[in-house]
């Protein structure tokens, strides 16, 4: 085998983190090196506290008169003025609320009715299921046309019959990551508007929506931003269609004076309009305290610590694993994200024989072993240690047990 850096090698790189201190911000168990981040993010230790004192004070003792007093009706808002500057947009357009799927559901409807008259909606057919099911329930609803797209060459679908492109930032599957600036050129030089799923992306990748004059975005907030499982997803509009945005589900917290109790609907103007019922305000509580962690951190810097991340686990897969893997995850910093993707025949167990020695990571149908590299609590030396267990489980042919023959219901 080549030589490669050493775990000396590794833990200097640690020392010389602009973020090493970061990690002491999460709860994360001993002994567990968690690459899972890009599908659940860890705990930050400032959310129980802040939970804690919401469901104490704010719900046990305020009752209903905090959705003044604390202010709970505008905690979407709040939160959603917390991840604009990650995603390269100005406060008071971003909105936070319901699941992913339920905003792409909003979001489809609306983008299309920015566009009548066009009939296509594009995708790309690696992305993840569930913008494809709703993208297509939106068709058969409105009577739209879904186009699937080269994945190696979104833009070569775009004609004047179309009225969005919908890609996902970073793939969930391989980590390859679009160029959002460029694509979103070509939506436009087509007439069509473009929208992002940041899901993979947000936290970890810096995005720059409004450099990149894009239309729409949504994201998750349960993975590199750490809002906890099914933490409400978020949605951007940019400022220009906001005024005629016309999201499908009219509800009462949509609407520009919800206590009026009015029969017709008004909507509210701005972002606001997205939203439909009453808000998730828990777990808004706990994603509002689990972007402290992002508090005085530079994309710059958050993207910088992810390449050092990935690049050493690449080399070290490289020089240890040699050719017991397939890498799948684009080698060039300009079309990677935050994860590395591993292709192997036995997958499912390897990624369980590691998750037994304690390091997590998970599997995508078929044989696909991600990695995913949080980089404000993984460190070089969780990089090194993961891919010693690595080595460990193939020469001892752990991953071959009868037991992970039978996949967990979520891998
Ligand atoms: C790219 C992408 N879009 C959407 C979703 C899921 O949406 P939801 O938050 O509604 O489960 C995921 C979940 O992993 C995802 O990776």
Not at 5 to 19: E, F, G, K, M
Not at 98 to 116: G, I, M, N, Q, W
Not at 171 to 193: E, I, K, N, P, Q
């Amino acid at each position: 085998m080549t030589q490669h850096p050493t775990r000396a090698d590794a833990v200097a790189l640690d020392l010389a983190s602009p973020l090493r201190a970061r990690r002491e911000l999460f709860a994360l168990p001993d002994g567990v090196v968690y690459l899972d981040g890009n599908s659940l993010g860890a705990l930050p230790r400032a959310v129980a506290p802040r939970l804690q004192q919401v469901v104490a004070e704010e719900w046990g003792t305020g009752l209903i008169s905090s959705w003044n007093t604390a202010d709970w009706v505008g905690l979407g808002r709040r939160v959603g003025d917390r991840i604009a500057p990650l995603i390269g947009v100005a406060p008071g357009d971003v909105h936070v609320g319901d699941s992913t799927t339920v905003t792409l559901f909003k979001t489809f409807v609306a983008a299309s009715r920015l566009r009548p008259g066009r009939r296509v909606v594009v995708l790309e057919p690696t992305t993840f299921p569930t913008d494809g099911y709703v993208a297509a329930g939106v068709a058969r609803m409105l009577d739209l046309e879904l186009r699937w797209c080269d994945p190696a060459d979104p833009a070569a679908s775009l004609d004047e019959d179309v009225a969005l492109l919908s890609l996902t930032h970073v793939d969930f599957r391989s980590g390859a990551m679009y160029d959002l600036a460029a694509l979103t050129a070509a939506a436009h030089d087509a007439g069509a508007l473009v929208q992002w799923d940041l899901c993979h992306s947000t936290g970890a990748v810096p995005v720059a929506l409004l450099d990149a004059d894009a239309d729409i975005a949504v994201g998750c907030t349960y993975k590199y931003l750490n809002g906890g499982p099914g933490s409400p997803a978020f949605a951007w509009v940019h400022p220009r269609h906001q005024a005629a945005w016309d999201q499908p589900v009219t509800g009462w917290f949509g609407h520009s004076r919800p206590f009026d109790m009015d029969r017709a609907f008004t909507p509210a103007d701005g972002i606001a309009r997205m939203a439909s019922g009453t808000p998730p305000v828990l777990a808004l509580s706990a994603l509002d305290a689990a972007l402290d962690v992002f508090d005085g951190v530079s994309l710059d810097v958050l993207r910088a610590a992810s390449l050092s991340l990935t690049d050493l686990f690449l080399e070290l897969v490289n020089a240890r694993l040699g050719s017991a893997f397939e890498v799948i995850t684009p080698r060039e910093h300009g079309r990677r994200g935050s994860q590395v993707s591993l292709r192997h025949e036995q997958a499912y167990g390897v990624v369980q024989a590691l998750v037994e020695r304690g390091v997590v990571g998970d599997f995508r149908t078929p044989d696909v072993a991600r990695f995913g590299f949080a980089p404000l609590y993984v460190t070089h030396a969780d990089v090194f240690d993961a891919v010693g267990h690595l080595v460990a489980v193939l020469e001892g042919d752990e991953h071959l047990r009868p037991e992970y023959t039978v996949r967990n219901a979520v891998t």
